[in-house]
Nanobody
Framework: QVQLVESGGGLVQAGGSLRLSCLAS????????MGWYRQAPGKQRELVAR???????NYADSVKGRFTISRDNAKNTVYLQMNSLKPEDTAVYFC?????????WGQGTQVTVSS
């Protein structure tokens, strides 16, 4: 049984920062690339960033230079540090493996950026 639990979202003004966390249970964390995804109202879910087991990272163009993904394999946790937030970053943020698996989606954490 795999569970992914996201936390750390909230309401922040444009230009502010948030740090999201995703705690993974089960045996997946040490062997999979992990990703952060987001879904804004009326839009498809999209990949924001991903990180391999050996910490190679990749970012969507829209967040490059502002977001940083990291992982702590000892804690089974992946993080997303979000700086210089913009209203267009408003979305529900989810973590999953990369590529995602449908039965691994959690509840997500809401990020709202006010202008």
């Amino acid at each position: 049984q795999v569970q992914l639990v996201e936390s750390g979202g909230g309401l922040v003004q444009a230009g502010g920062s948030l740090r999201l966390s995703c705690l993974a249970s089960g045996s997946i964390f040490s062997i999979y690339t992990m990703g952060w995804y987001r879904q804004a109202p009326g839009k498809q879910r999209e990949l924001v960033a991903r990180i391999t087991v050996d910490a190679t990272t990749n970012y969507a163009d829209s967040v490059k230079g502002r977001f940083t993904i990291s992982r702590d394999n000892a804690k089974n946790t992946v993080y997303l540090q979000m700086n210089s937030l913009k209203p267009e970053d408003t979305a529900v943020y989810f973590c999953n493996i990369y590529p995602w698996r449908a039965n691994y989606w959690g509840q997500g954490t809401q990020v709202t950026v006010s202008s």
